[in-house]
């Protein structure tokens, strides 16, 4: 609710289902290995949310997430990426996520040790009255800057490389990335004898004392529990691989043939991924779609029972614009006053002016195209423009008192008392000025022989 504005069915059941995830895992054994998830199907136009609500979920929850373009794989077969893709991208995002966990489970410790070691190389064998000035000292970072001799890792060369496909996946590693691996199972890795900055030496001795306390099996083992117990994959643009209406059969290698891939996926299959086999009986899966051109009902009827959950998201109105531009916590409104804050001058909405930039919105979607919240990025960069454009010159000609004669809009600048910088209102006269033309753009083309 802080981000997202209205469509509270869509976010109750993105609730419920992950509520749902926590009783699973409380029930014994047996009883949780029959318990599913309810995976959900989003149903919206351009714009309402869908997206954002996955986005959202993903920082939320702290679970493996990956989010797919259901347009980007293609059917087994065909020159491009397999679904299975979806899964291995989960587990690499599992990998990463538990090493996030454990590295901030571990830090304090860590931290002591590496100034544990930082002072070694400082005082040596000295008193403890030495070590302990110095120790404060450090903590100060009055000492950041003062070099010091530490055994690093040889770094390899540097990014780039050559990029080489393995099994077959579209996304290539480097050829240095390779080597390094072999190297570290071969003969570990070799350290030399570097001077740098403490600031340097405290990061690069942390990544050391993090990689000795990490076993990678480990790691691995409990990334693929996470992903198979927690994960969840939003795929977004599902209705773009519906075949519509009658046309079942099709020459394109991203239509029907990536549903039929993604069956055993939804339904829960054993994935082989180069960590290990992953179980998908667990995952939680969301799709989402506009169907503007095609329905639900185009689906397989298959993939249609394993997305059970089915939640439409309201348009919006003239009143969710208005809602939009003000309630959320990083609202357009207040990202644009933050914006023009770090030139020196002040912007200030009236709420008029608001109601107006929302009316439009509305009006222009209705009219013109329907862009759903997106409108308003346009609405707000046209009101916005000119002023963004002279704010540098706008503040040195109003301290010098003389007019900007860049800023051809009428607009009310005041001042504030106790602050220097200039203050411009942006009234609804002004909105009017700068966006009205929005709604003249009707495209009568289309009705021309």
């Known amino acids: 609710d802080k981000h997202i504005v209205g469509q509270t069915s869509a976010k109750r059941s993105v609730a419920v289902a992950l509520r749902n995830r926590w009783r699973r895992l409380q029930l014994d054994e047996t009883m949780r ?42 059917e087994v077969g065909f020159h491009g990426r397999d679904v299975d893709k979806i899964i ?9 996520l538990t090493k996030q966990l454990r590295i901030q489970q571990d830090m304090a410790a860590v931290e002591r040790i590496v100034e544990e070691q930082i002072l070694d190389i400082l005082t040596g064998k000295s008193s403890p009255e030495t070590r302990k000035s110095f120790k404060d000292l450090l903590r100060k970072g009055e000492l950041d800057k003062h070099n010091i001799t530490i055994d690093a890792p040889v770094s390899g060369p540097g ?47 942390t990544e050391q004392e993090m990689e000795n306390r990490m076993d990678a099996a480990d790691v691995t ?27 079942r059969s099709s020459a ?19 994935v082989n991924t180069k960590h290990g086999n992953v179980n998908t009986d667990h995952i939680l ?40 531009l003000t ?80 800023l051809k809009a009428k607009y009310e600048i005041k001042t504030v008392e106790g602050q220097e910088r200039p203050v411009i209102v942006i009234n609804k006269n002004i909105v009017k000025e700068k966006v009205g033309s929005l709604l003249e753009e009707s495209n009568f083309d289309r009705f021309i022989l």
């Open 221 to 247: 083992r409990e990334a693929i529990h996470l992903a198979e117990q927690h994960g969840i994959v939003f795929i977004d643009e599902i209705d773009k691989i519906c075949s519509h209406g009658e046309s």
């Open 33 to 74: 290995n029959e318990v599913s998830p309810k995976n959900i199907l989003m149903i919206g136009s351009t714009g309402v949310g869908k997206t954002e609500i996955g986005r959202r979920l993903a920082k939320l929850a702290q679970s493996p997430f990956v989010k797919v373009e259901a347009t980007k794989f293609t």
């Open 88 to 96: 291995q991208d989960l587990v690499e995002n599992s990998i990463n």
């Open 327 to 406: 309630e959320p916590q990083a609202n357009l409104v207040f990202q644009q006053i933050k914006l023009l804050e770090t030139e020196g001058v002040s912007v200030e909405f009236q709420d008029e002016a608001i109601r107006e930039m929302a009316r439009i919105a509305a009006l222009a979607n209705s009219s013109v195209e329907n862009i759903g919240a997106r409108r308003l990025h346009a609405i707000m960069e046209k009101i916005v423009e000119e002023i963004s454009y002279y704010a540098p010159e706008f503040v040195d000609d109003f301290r010098a008192g003389k007019p900007t004669a860049g």
């Open 252 to 270: 394109d290698a991203s239509a029907e043939g990536v549903q039929r891939d993604l069956l055993p996926l939804i339904e829960g299959s054993v």
């Open 285 to 324: 899966f969301i799709a989402s779609g506009a169907f503007h051109t095609a329905s639900p009902s185009d689906l397989l009827p298959e993939l249609q029972g394993r997305l059970p959950l089915r939640v439409e998201l309201d348009s919006l109105t003239e009143d969710d614009f208005y809602r939009i």
């Open 159 to 205: 990014p780039g490389g050559f990029p080489i496909a393995i099994d077959g996946q579209a996304s290539p590693v480097q050829m240095n990335q390779v080597f390094a691996q072999i190297g570290k199972i071969i003969g570990g890795s070799k350290k030399e004898r570097k001077k740098m900055p403490i600031s340097e030496a405290r990061r690069v001795l």
